[in-house]
């Protein structure tokens, strides 16, 4: 699926979302347009578990680029394109 | 007074002889009472380090200021020298039976000496009656807590050890409330050299509250903050502490086969997420506790509480195992014989990597999710290989020539996060007083889950100064004693509050910092005694000379040189990591 980004949800976003993941066709994109569009595929709504009203990351939310988080990239401005994958996780703790 | 019971009874289990020990408004301000007055009491009556199985040893049950009043106040410390570490120990639990025990009219109860047979102490209404056990002997913990509820009333609150504690396996722990454990660090081992299969508590007094009418408000302050708070009042909650198994994993720090890779392909199939879509039966909550992070838990042929992250990786990434069934087994097969389920996992993976290498014929194999059980139950009895699966990893890799191979911090096993992918944890693995311990400085928090701050996790700069902060608060929570996962709600100016509102001392939260770093400082000095230095203050090789090949912490390695000088200065403590006289002096010790 190189041509694809591979978006997977985790936690309390999977149940949101309704589905452990999604694949999104794409040449390139910002993670926050990606978010738009993995919301539309998965059916279920669950951006307002990341994302604050005024379309910022909520503290504890954590996005993974390949791994990478994103608060040590260019955040939800950074790009992504096919062959990607996205980790997504709403607040979460243990120990 | 207000918040302490104003007691505490020293009693010997040799003669039956009990004294109260007079402690004092000093002591009790500067080490408020829990795990702080607990290492206090130890290290005043020890000011140099016995053997952990000698009669003389004391083991030190205690509670603290807040316990049996507000929020998650139900837990308890038993403090002791660790005989599998030899650090100073505490050791804490949930459940019910700290406000039980508080409820029965004592702060804590001090117990030396040992039994010239069975007992078990039953504590009700400020009296402790030294009672028979001999017939709760060899019985697993769960049958023995019926057993005395069967004897004193269902309320009694019992802690109890199982045949691994009589056994004195080294890392036995102790049982309470059913399946709750004060686990790590072989307490239940000592009270098995005692002789002592239980604690029974029961009673109606209450704790004296100064400030009733605040204590109502900030009641119901502090529920609507862990409401509010989304780990707390949500992901806790419905998904349990395994939601960090896919969390950890996609850091690429989620330990598996004995720490080799730090990605584990079957993650998923242990996850939080699985857990309660397949083997929940129900969500589980300790006194007083709005979170119920437990899960009460039921396989094809048996039902029981957990397993919790660092259980479900004890018994699997670590081992190569991907059965949850196998995996919640082995964690219910550890509640009922008493044993610390983390050391227990990761001595079964030391044991299959020595197996490997044909350093040992013991037969451990990656994966091998079958034989779980019977090697916990093996250890318990110290049979077979389990005699040496009882020695705990440290001496289990160096008696098989390859000391290396144990993945442990002065003799303590690391849980289930890889120090590779994460600097500040490495660091706090290194200098906990009580070894390989995630709970002393949980830098998971900010380093991955970005609270209450996010910070990058392969950096080292800063992470010394925050990690004597995160030790220090922790040592405050452990010694009011609430539990820790009410940091994810509120901070430090928080239990100031909830301190000064219930004992009427006006604890701010300055001199509760400087409350913390005397503590940590105290358990500092004790270990120093014992032998414990700077070499010490160290991980396993393996994570500073090799590098995982995948995932997203590949190609690092910790670099704790330079962090640990750091941190030895922001302690005020000298290159060797002994406190330097000022700082000693500045605390008061």
């Known amino acids: 699926m190189a041509e694809t980004i591979q978006v997977k949800f985790y936690g309390l976003l999977r149940r949101r979302a309704g589905r452990a993941s999604v694949e999104i066709a794409a ?19 669950f951006l307002d578990e990341l994302l604050d009203p005024g379309q910022g990351l909520l503290a504890g939310t954590i996005i993974l680029v390949n791994g990478d988080n994103v608060r040590l990239k260019e955040g939800l401005a950074t790009r992504v394109g096919a062959g990607d994958r996205v980790d997504l996780f709403s607040p979460a703790g243990g120990g | 007074m207000n918040g302490w019971m104003g007691k505490i009874v020293k009693l010997d289990l040799g003669t039956g002889a009990r004294e109260t020990v007079e402690v004092g408004d000093a002591l009790r301000r500067r080490y408020l009472g829990g795990r702080g007055l607990g290492v206090r009491l130890y290290c005043d009556l020890f000011p140099r380090p016995v053997d952990p199985f000698a009669d003389e040893n004391a083991l030190i049950f205690m509670t603290g200021p ?54 078990y102490l039953a504590v009700r209404d400020g009296a402790i009656e030294i009672r028979d056990a001999a017939g709760l002997w060899g019985l697993d913990t769960q049958r023995t807590q019926k057993a005395i509820q069967a004897d004193l009333g269902a309320k009694a609150s019992v802690a109890s050890i199982g045949p691994a504690g009589e056994n004195r396996v080294l890392f036995a722990a102790v049982m309470n409330d059913k399946d709750r454990a004060a686990g790590r660090g072989g307490m239940g081992a000592i009270m098995g050299a005692k002789n002592l299969k239980a604690i029974a508590a029961a009673g109606s007094a209450p704790v004296a509250i100064a400030d009733p009418a605040g204590y109502k408000d900030l009641s119901s302050r502090l529920d609507r ?19 960090l198994v896919n969390i950890i994993n996609a850091h690429g720090m989620f330990p598996t086969e004995n720490f080799r890779r730090g990605v584990f392909n079957d993650a998923e199939g242990t996850s939080g997420e699985k857990i ?17 992070c437990g899960r009460t838990t039921k396989t094809k042929d048996r039902s029981g509480e957990g397993p919790e992250y660092e259980t479900v990786w004890a018994f699997g990434a670590h081992l190569g195992v991907s059965d949850l069934t196998a995996i919640t087994e082995a964690n219910y097969a550890c509640n009922e014989l008493g044993l610390d ?44 290989i389990g005699a040496d699966l009882a020695l705990g990893s440290k001496r289990l890799a160096a008696k098989h020539g390859r000391p290396e191979l144990a993945m442990q911090v002065k003799g303590l096993e690391i849980p289930a996060y890889d120090p590779r ?20 400085a949980y830098l998971i928090a900010p380093e991955i889950l970005g609270h209450p701050v996010f910070l990058d996790r392969f950096t080292t700069a800063g992470k010394a100064e925050l990690v004597a902060l995160f030790q ?36 701010g939260d300055e ?41 997203s912490s590949r190609h690092r390695r910790v670099r704790l040189d330079g962090m640990l000088d750091e941190y030895y200065s922001v302690r005020g403590w000298d290159g060797e990591g002994r406190p330097l006289p000022r700082t000693l002096a500045e605390l008061g010790l």
């Open chain 1, 27 to 45: 040449e390139g994109l910002t993670v926050l347009d990606l978010l738009r569009r993995a919301e539309e595929a998965a059916g279920g709504r």
């Open chain 2, 472 to 507: 220090d608060v922790s040592a405050v929570v452990d010694s009011s004693v609430l539990c820790r996962f009410l940091q994810f709600a509120v901070g430090i100016s928080t239990f100031a509050e909830m301190l000064r509102t219930v004992t009427g001392l006006d604890f």
């Open chain 2, 511 to 551: 001199e509760l910092m400087t409350t913390g770093r005397r503590i940590y400082t105290l358990e500092r000095l004790f270990n120093n005694r014992a032998g414990f230095g700077r070499g010490d203050d160290s991980l396993p090789p393996r994570f500073s000379t090799e590098e995982f090949q995948t995932g």
């Open chain 2, 66 to 119: 807040l316990t049996g009043t507000l929020m998650t106040s139900g837990r308890y410390q038993i403090v002791s020298r660790s005989p599998l570490t030899g650090t100073i120990c505490d050791s804490s639990s949930g459940g019910a039976f700290g406000a039980a025990f508080k409820a029965a009219g004592l702060d804590g109860l001090i117990v030396t000496g040992r039994a010239p047979a069975p007992v």
């Open chain 2, 276 to 292: 309660a879509e397949s083997i929940l039966q129900r969500q589980s909550a300790c006194y007083k506790c709005p979170i119920g």
């Open chain 2, 421 to 440: 992918g994460a600097q500040g944890m490495a660091l706090s693995f290194a200098t906990s007083n009580r070894g390989g311990c995630h709970m002393r």
């Open chain 2, 225 to 243: 903050m862990v409401d509010k708070n989304p780990v707390t009042g949500k992901s806790l909650q419905v998904l349990g502490t395994s939601v």
């Open chain 2, 341 to 384: 389920t983390i050391t227990m996992g990761s001595t079964i993976g030391c044991g299959m990597e020595l197996c490997e290498v044909g350093a040992w014929d013991g037969g451990l194999r990656w994966g091998d999710a079958g034989k779980l059980r019977d090697l916990v139950t093996e250890t318990a009895y110290k049979r077979g």
